[in-house]
């Protein structure tokens, strides 16, 4: 082998005098090196062997384009790579360099929002996608859902009523700038980066939208139970509840809305308590055994029969506080079971009355009534329904006769699966001894009126009907509103003619104040103490001035008690031309009616309607002031009293209706 010159040697000096990369001076360097400073040859030398062995080829472009030969020591071969290796890197940076400029303002390059691509746009490129290819998903519904599993609840929210919105300019911000080291520009042109979108959005319009959803997406829990399927008791198990936590839900929903999925929210877990072991048990010692027979109600000389199906019907199940089951009785389910057997051993209570004959009266007695207190009937029916079936039913039991009015005997102790029902009596609120105590009733009050139109005097005669027979008790007021209750079309009436500010109109219950004038009248008569009432803003010709009522639901009411010591009656007579009105009782007073004169006329001005449509012309009525005085005399001691009252009238203006 051949020894690498010595570093004083002449060919290393004319080497760094040249620089180190000419290929003449390597050429020049290696013809200088002499024989004497050549290490020693060994036997059987060649040149020409050793030449080829030590001096190998190198491969690489020269600096001008011809043939470098090596000088053997290798440096000629690094030059080279590391010329081409600064022209790789210089031809790099500037490519790099000119990539930077050109997209200096872009998006990084590999960057989607929501499956969207916009890297290496310009923003605002970017900005016009963004809102091209996700507008659609803005204003689409968004599905909601609370829980999980097939119990999970859903519903749609509309983004715009919650006030979400596509955050176009933040979203892009979130990609970035475009970034500085190479080798990150690099490797985005071969991988994608995904971009979540930025919402916003007002969390009080978010949180109103969440919270308007909740009763579609609320699952509350459901606790275990056993119902039936005809006389099969079947368990059902518990389910925890989901309830939508609307602290943290809209917080989620922003964030997620423009997702493809739907939102799942956050739910808080309401828990159960009824275990498995507790409906079990309930089975096993209850239901199964309360269906295994029929049942019994033992009443008055009949008995109801309770088939398993029918317990089945209304036998319920709560939880016990203690991961059981309590069995009930849902008593309305099981009332109207054994009422279809019962019901006829039950009498409502009536109070008595007076059937007339011309102007006679006659006492109609009073009825006790006696009904089944099904609560305290059915308080033993889910023990009874815990023992055995019987296939012989039990006896029916009929109470013996007692007087009117009696309490009849109650049955002997029931057994087996059987209860006996508890009556109760329930008194008449008019007994037949306070209407005889009147002694022959007669007529202490009356008053007819007419005149009426066809569908006013169809309400006329409605509440007639209704107030027909009511009896009131000494001491007791009447009220015509509470009496008749809500006069509506539910209750028989109908539209008629009313007066709405000033202009003739309709409205149900049209008619109902000459029922009211008629009443206040017999009761006037009947001596009776007047309590509440009031006369019509305008007088109305077919009534007695002064000695009239209207009424209106709700604001203005009729009312008049008796002050005396035995109980009066109210009989009403309608015909289509007319009605009257006649109080029953002892008669008290004597009563006259003094009528003073009228007096304060006012004339009626002129009050022009052309703009509405219902517009009636009519002639104006004057208003004045008058007096009317009830006198009252005593039918026992003679003494009068008399009770004054001064009522004014408005004048009614003439209506016009073409503006004249």
């Not at 275990?275 to 096993?284: C, F, K, L």
């Not at 219902?614 to 001691?637: A, M, Q």
Request: proline share 10%; glycine share 10%; charged share 20%.
């Amino acid at each position: 082998m051949t020894t690498p010159p010595s570093p004083d040697s002449p060919g290393d000096t004319r080497l760094d005098a040249a620089g180190g990369d000419s290929a003449e001076s390597d050429a020049e360097a290696t013809r200088a090196m002499s024989a004497d400073t050549a290490p020693p040859r060994a036997a059987g030398y060649d040149p020409d062997a050793e030449a080829t062995v030590q001096i190998p080829p190198v491969a690489g472009p020269p600096q001008d384009g011809s043939d470098v030969p090596d000088d053997g020591s290798g440096r000629g071969s690094r030059r080279k790579l590391l010329i081409a290796g600064a022209a790789v890197v210089g031809l790099l940076a500037v490519l790099y360099v000119g990539d930077l400029l050109v997209s200096a303002t872009d998006v990084p390059r590999g960057v989607t929002v929501a499956g969207v691509e916009i890297g290496g746009m310009n923003r605002l490129a970017a900005q016009e996608t963004l809102r091209t290819e996700l507008g659609p998903r803005v204003s689409r519904p968004v599905t909601l859902v609370a829980g999980g599993g097939p119990e999970a609840r859903t519903t749609t929210l509309d983004p715009r009523t919650a006030g979400l919105d596509l955050d176009v300019a933040a979203t892009i911000d979130e990609a970035g700038e475009q970034p500085l080291n190479p080798f990150t520009r690099l490797s985005s042109l071969f991988a994608d980066r995904e971009i979540a979108p930025i919402s916003k959005g007002n969390p009080v319009a978010i949180g109103q939208a969440v919270d308007a959803a909740r009763p579609q997406l609320d699952r509350p829990s459901t606790e275990g139970t056993i119902r039936f399927e005809g006389d099969r008791p079947v368990p059902v198990p518990s389910v925890p509840g989901a309830i939508v936590d609307s602290r943290t839900a809209p917080d989620v929903v922003l964030a997620h809305w423009l997702d493809s999925a739907p939102v799942g929210l956050p739910v808080t877990e309401q828990p159960v308590t009824v275990t498995q072991d507790g409906i079990d048990t309930a089975m096993r010692e209850v239901a199964t055994p309360a269906v295994a027979g029929p049942a019994y109600v033992i009443g008055d000389a009949k008995n109801a029969t309770l088939s398993p199906e029918e317990i089945g019907s209304f036998l319920k199940f709560d939880p016990d506080g203690s991961g059981g089951l309590t069995p009930r009785v849902d008593v309305p389910a099981a009332e109207r079971v054994a009422d279809r057997d019962l019901a006829s051993t039950e009498a409502e209570p009536k109070d008595a009355t007076f059937a007339f004959e011309g102007a006679a009266a006659t006492v109609v007695p009073a009825v006790t009534g006696r009904t089944i207190d099904y609560p305290k009937t059915f308080e033993g029916l889910v023990e009874a329904l815990g023992r055995e079936a019987d296939p012989t039913p039990p006896t029916t039991f009929t109470p013996p006769p007692v007087p009117p009015g009696a309490t009849p005997a109650a049955p002997p102790p029931a057994n087996g699966r059987a209860v006996n029902a508890v009556y109760t009596t329930t008194p008449p609120k008019v007994t037949t001894e306070a209407l005889q105590a009147l002694g022959p009733a007669t007529v202490i009050g009356e008053f007819q009126s007419g005149g009426f139109a066809a569908d006013s005097g169809q309400n006329i005669k409605r509440v007639a009907e209704i107030v027909n027979g009511a009896t009131i008790k000494p001491g007791e007021t009447f009220s015509l509103n509470g009496f008749t209750g809500p006069r509506d079309a539910g209750q028989g009436f109908v539209e008629a003619g009313i007066i709405d500010d000033g202009v003739p109109g309709r409205g149900i219950g049209g008619g109902i104040s000459q029922f009211a004038t008629t009443l206040y009248n017999a009761s006037y008569f009947a001596g009776l103490q007047q309590v509440e009432h009031k006369e019509h803003s305008y007088y109305i010709s077919r009534y007695p001035a002064g000695r009239e009522a209207t009424v209106f639901e709700g604001a203005i009411d009729l009312k008049f008690r008796n002050d005396g010591d035995t109980p009066v009656l109210i009989r009403t007579q309608w015909t289509p031309a007319s009605i009257k009105v006649q109080i029953y009782g002892q008669k008290r007073y004597d009563v006259t009616s003094q009528t003073g004169p009228r007096t304060n006329p006012v004339a009626p001005g002129t009050r022009d309607l052309s703009d509405n449509p219902r517009c009636k012309p009519s002639k104006g009525v004057g208003g004045f002031t008058i007096t009317d005085t009830r006198v009252l005399k005593d039918v026992r001691t003679g003494e009068t009293k008399s009770e004054p009252r001064t009522v004014r009238y408005n004048p009614e203006p003439e209506i016009t209706c073409n503006g004249g």
